[in-house]
């Protein structure tokens, strides 16, 4: 008995160091702040000047389409059928056509995931999108060759991506704070993170845009306002170097006041006051708060509820802010049609680059 409790530490130091071995191999391990390749089409121009630009913000679920109940959300659902995939792709690049945007921020793009079939959306976009809107740049913030999660079981591989109508000159990754818990354990998990591109303008100067999906479960941390201000921090930064830029995405929390209007399930597990008042103090965004905290809210909403057979705006996750040298001319949400494609809503802005 003395030996196997000599041998009994050693035996566990050797199962967590193999554990921490394989999670290392399995995962992927971005650096806090790395560069990504951008893809451009050999015609791709600069960002004209002094014109209206155009930009979507979109979760688009990975593509999954709205007849799944996930379970995440309470269902049984985990895989979902790859017709499917290229029908909702197809559907969202037909909305697009119609939409004629010059830059598009997508979160949730599968690539290579079980949970879809394997298929490259990225690749699928590319090959579905107007021809003119296909300069693009992805980044990883789920990636593992295989999560031993139940529901999962296999690859995961899911990005940011930004698609755009001109020239895309330097990306790059920011790793965001990440939610605390056991090392090995969040090693399979999301890596949520900022991807900025820089966007040449005919004149000479710089536009950049930037895309970013924020934690979607704090776990009562304060993960959320560390995340804040982290974007802050890098919004700060390109301020004090003079430099335009419009940032949107699935922020997952709710805009100033709207809490106190929803009813305990719409409110879930976000906070009153919301971590993202401390953006909305410092720059313009939309939806704006007056309209998304007063009687129209509804209409202003981006993440829907299945109620039925049908899916019912409940509250408002996905924003735009625009930096000082940046003038938000206008936006809506497009809801109708949409509800079908995604549990989110596409956020449609349009913006004038002052100078």
């Given at each position: ?82 017709d499917d995939v290229r029908k909702?792709v197809a559907a ?264």
């Open positions: 008995m003395a030996n196997f409790d000599r041998r009994l530490p050693f035996g566990l130091l050797c199962a967590v160091a193999g554990g921490f071995a394989l999670s290392r191999f399995l995962n992927y391990h971005p650096r806090a702040v790395q560069p990504e390749e951008c893809w451009n089409c050999p015609d791709a121009t600069a960002l004209p000047v002094a014109r209206p630009i155009k930009a979507i913000t979109y979760n688009a679920q990975f593509f999954a389409g709205t007849n799944y109940h996930f379970f995440y959300d309470g269902g049984r659902d985990t895989l979902v059928d790859p909702t969202i690049s037909a909305f697009l056509a119609e939409e004629n945007p010059d830059f598009v921020l997508f979160q949730e793009v599968d690539a290579g995931a079980r949970r879809t079939g394997y298929l490259d959306q990225v690749e699928l976009l590319l090959n579905s999108l107007p021809t003119d809107l296909r300069n693009c740049v992805a980044t990883p913030y789920w990636k593992s060759r295989f999560v031993p999660h139940p529901k999962v079981m296999g690859s995961a591989d899911t990005r940011l991506a930004i698609f755009s109508r001109y020239r895309l000159q330097r990306a790059t990754r920011y790793q965001l704070p990440r939610t605390p818990g056991n090392p090995i354990a969040n090693d399979f998990n999301f890596k949520r993170a900022i991807l900025e591109v820089e966007i040449p303008s005919t004149n000479g100067e710089t536009f950049v845009l930037l895309n970013t999906h924020l934690e979607a479960f704090p776990r009562g941390t304060d993960i959320m306002q560390r995340q804040v201000d982290y974007v802050l921090t890098r919004l700060n930064s390109l301020d004090q170097r003079g430099i335009p830029w419009v940032i949107g995405g699935d922020f997952n929390l709710l805009p100033p006041g709207q809490a106190s209007h929803l009813n305990a399930e719409e409110q879930g597990c976000h906070r009153d006051p919301s971590e993202i008042s401390s953006i909305y103090e410092r720059y313009h965004g939309v939806p704006r708060v007056s309209d998304a905290s007063e009687k129209e809210m509804r209409s202003f909403m981006t993440f829907t509820k299945r109620s039925q057979a049908e899916r019912v705006p409940i509250r408002t996750l996905d924003y735009f802010f625009a930096s000082s040298k940046v003038e938000i001319k206008g936006y809506a949400v497009r809801q109708g049609d949409m509800k079908r494609l995604s549990d989110h809503l596409p956020l449609v802005a349009e913006f004038i680059i002052a100078g």
